[in-house]
């Protein structure tokens, strides 16, 4: 069981901020029912998001765990599943029907030998949708214009289709969708009145976005991050003429490297 007392005091300290707190769970499919029905328990009753990574592997589907949390009455848009690999449509049905929303990371889930995930059978099952990276230790970058374009070309690969699943589709799953899924504050990937002063804008005169044809194909299969020509989050300007405005990056990477130095040291794997 983690460590409820201590959860319990974090979430009585944590400042209202753009970084909200959830709970990351091993889940059904990595802990015994009696922890992590208590875990999700606790997490609800303090108001907390859950996330856990379930159905990946053959293996892991075949233990039928969406099924027991729909049994149970335990799936809910506060649940936030990753992967799903491998599982059945009955089992991506019972999922969208608790309303538990769905992120996948499809390089990870390749690399790590989950299988190929397809994103349109995902879809058509009427799944909340997200896009993540799962971690930088397996998918060595964080690149989501990458992440989108694999997403979008599985899914068009898997049907055997061109846009099969649209470009807006996708754009809108690591955007507006992606937010709402995981229960990001309103307005979170939107420009609306009274929202968050929140922009992205991408240069469509690069070598690499001027050839392609209109903004959904550009941004989910032509974009890359050094085409991101300026960032303001919530009114603050992060990044201006593609150079970032309140990060030392030397500084940023020489903490990096002490902390990885750290780590591996406590764990006795230096170099």
């Known amino acids: 069981m983690m460590d409820l007392p201590h959860l319990q005091a974090l979430a009585a300290r944590w400042g209202r901020d753009r970084v909200e707190l959830g709970v990351a769970l091993r889940g059904p499919d990595r802990s015994v029912r009696a922890v992590w029905e208590e875990e999700i328990a606790a997490a609800r009753r303090l108001g907390l998001s859950v996330t856990f990574h379930m159905g990946g592997s053959r293996d892991a589907a075949g233990q039928g765990n969406v099924g027991v949390l729909s049994g149970a009455g335990l799936l809910g848009p506060d649940l936030h599943v990753v992967h799903m690999t491998s599982a059945s449509e009955d089992d991506l049905r019972l999922l969208a029907e608790g309303g538990a929303p769905l992120v996948i990371s499809p390089w990870t889930e390749m690399e790590v030998g989950y299988g190929v995930p397809d994103p349109g059978k995902m879809a058509v099952a009427g799944l909340k949708m997200g896009l993540s990276v799962d ?16 997403a979008a070309d599985l899914a068009d690969g898997f049907a055997e289709e061109r846009q099969a699943l649209s470009d807006a589709t996708v754009f809108d799953w690591a955007a507006r969708a992606g937010a709402e899924a995981i229960g990001a504050p309103e307005g979170t990937g939107t420009l609306a009145e009274g929202g968050p002063a929140d922009l992205i804008a991408v240069d469509m005169e690069s070598l690499g976005t001027r050839p392609a044809v209109g903004a959904g194909f550009a941004l989910t299969h032509a974009a890359e991050p050094q085409d991101v020509s300026f960032v303001m989050i919530d009114g603050v300007i992060h990044k201006r003429d593609g150079e970032l405005t309140r990060v030392d990056l030397d500084d940023l990477l020489s903490r990096a490297d002490a902390m990885i130095g750290a780590l591996q040291s406590a764990a006795g794997t230096e170099g």
């Open 135 to 150: 971690n930088t230790v397996l998918a060595g970058q964080v690149n989501m214009f990458e992440v989108m374009r694999l």
